[in-house]
């Protein structure tokens, strides 16, 4: 009997251990639209907003580009913004440029291993910012898989594998603005995301960021000397 009991511990540690599935949505969840959605003439984004689809289910959207991503065998990188924010519409840009995307020759070909998703949590109606349940709804499950991860701004990206909800990468992005211009650094962006995807594909070292003293601390000495 004691052999017996012996073979099973070392099998069930031997044993690799079983993915995470998502479990969106959850059962709880039930869509709330907002209220610039009621009327056509509110809904339509300004050609100044960031280009998310508030107006839309954006559990929906999640769960939509999870079931495609791991379908396509692609991790899933999520951009949480504000329709209000520049430094969100900026970094959609960048996220559909060249200089993230179509660089080709380095350890890791974004184009090919990521699959791009905007969630919507925040947008301006009747002269101030509202929330985007739907959006919010989806952050908290993202923040959940992310074990304690905190949103400080946006734009805030994540990466996930869609197979596995414990393999996912959350970070703020304020750190890696550019002084004098409502853009980020690209080579700071395509480093993390190379980072996240060798953490959630290889096991390597996971992508970590400064705290947020350190990061106030550097925005000040940016804007008192430059980069």
């Not at 400080?152 to 959350?170: G, Q």
């Not at 750190?175 to 390597?204: C, K, P, Y």
Request: charged share 20%; proline share 5%; net charge positive.
């Amino acid at each position: 009997m004691r052999l017996i009991i012996i073979l099973l511990a070392l099998v069930l540690f031997a044993a690799p251990a079983q993915a995470d599935a998502w479990a969106v949505p959850p059962q709880t969840y039930a869509h709330s639209a907002i209220a610039r959605c009621a009327q056509a003439t509110t809904a339509k984004l300004q050609p100044n907003e960031a280009r998310y689809e508030i107006c839309a289910d954006q559990m929906t959207l999640f769960t939509a580009a999870l079931s495609q991503a791991r379908a396509e065998n692609r991790l899933l990188i999520v951009d949480f913004g504000a329709t209000w924010c520049p430094w969100c519409r900026s970094l959609q840009g960048q996220l559909q440029s060249p200089a993230l995307f179509g660089t080709t020759g380095g350890r890791v070909e974004l184009a090919a291993a990521f699959q791009v998703l905007e969630i919507g949590l925040s947008t301006l109606h009747a002269g101030r910012r509202i929330d985007v349940p739907s959006g919010h709804a989806v952050l908290g499950e993202v923040l959940a898989a992310a074990k304690g991860a905190k949103l400080r701004s946006v734009p805030f990206l994540a990466v996930i594998d869609p197979k596995d909800a414990t393999k996912t990468v959350v970070r703020n992005l304020d750190d890696f603005e550019q002084a004098g211009a409502s853009t980020h650094d690209a080579a700071l962006v395509r480093a993390f995301l190379a980072e996240a995807h060798d953490h959630i594909r290889q096991g390597a070292t996971a992508p970590t960021e400064p705290g947020w003293l350190r990061k106030k601390f550097t925005r000040m000495w940016q804007r008192a000397f430059g980069d």
